[in-house]
């Protein structure tokens, strides 16, 4: 069972352009929504967290927005560049009982195109 | 550099071997999370340990272990390995307490043959 559904499986974008990934869950005790960037041959890199409290986290030219009764969460890449070109994975954990591992969306190759 | 370190990088081994796998995390962090990356499965959590105890389960396989020692450095063990076993194995840590950010180590690359 995919509990964190990710979309689109691939993406290309002109440079300076906006890039948006989008993720939905099944499971309503999520309560943390972190967005990893992934280059080839590394280890993943956390962006930008949210909790459920808000509805949109802006940092620099990453956003994440937060829809809870939809249970969907996405993110944008404002003023794509070239050095985003990478995977981007989608993640969801619960805190209840203390920190849980994250449960991942099956990632986003996005290229940006100079 | 996420500050979390994985030894070896790359480890080449038979079928029906068994390995280690070692971590160490970042200054001051007590929870490390083992996660492994194929193809056809994705990133997958394996297990967290919190300050040597286990903490929560994941997909982990019966014929995998894991443990955290008393200066909080972690060892993946996997044992009878079979051909699907090889991927990526990543250690991320965090804080612990209320806290649920991961930062990952580079990986260790497992290849079966």
């Known amino acids: 069972q995919q509990q964190v559904k990710q979309s689109p499986q691939s993406l290309i974008v002109q440079k300076g352009g906006i890039s948006i990934i989008n993720c939905a869950y099944e499971n309503t005790a999520f309560d943390y929504f972190p967005w990893y960037q992934q280059f080839p041959g590394k280890g993943p890199a956390l962006l930008i967290a949210i909790r459920p409290d808000v509805s949109e986290k802006k940092e620099g030219r990453f956003t994440i927005s937060f829809n809870k009764s939809a249970k969907q969460f996405s993110l944008h890449i404002m003023d794509s560049q070239p050095g985003d070109s990478a995977t981007y994975f989608c993640a969801a954990s619960s805190t209840g009982g203390g920190a849980d591992g994250l449960t991942f969306g099956k990632g986003t190759h996005l290229i940006i195109q100079p | 550099d996420s500050g979390v370190t994985q030894t070896p990088k790359h480890l080449i081994t038979a079928t029906g071997q068994r390995v280690t796998l070692r971590c160490s995390p970042r200054s001051g962090d007590l929870s490390v999370y083992w996660y492994q990356q194929s193809l056809d499965q994705g990133l997958q959590f394996l297990i967290q340990?919190?300050?040597?105890?286990?903490?929560a389960k994941g997909n982990i396989l019966e014929r995998f272990s894991a443990q955290q020692f008393p200066d909080l450095h972690s060892e993946l063990n996997l044992s009878s390995l079979e051909l699907g076993d090889s991927a990526l194995y990543f250690c991320?840590?965090?804080?612990?307490?209320?806290?649920?950010?991961?930062?990952f180590g580079p990986g260790t690359r497992l290849t079966v043959l």
């Open positions: 340990y919190y300050n040597g105890e286990e903490r």
């Open positions: 991320a840590s965090s804080p612990g307490h209320a806290s649920n950010e991961q930062f």
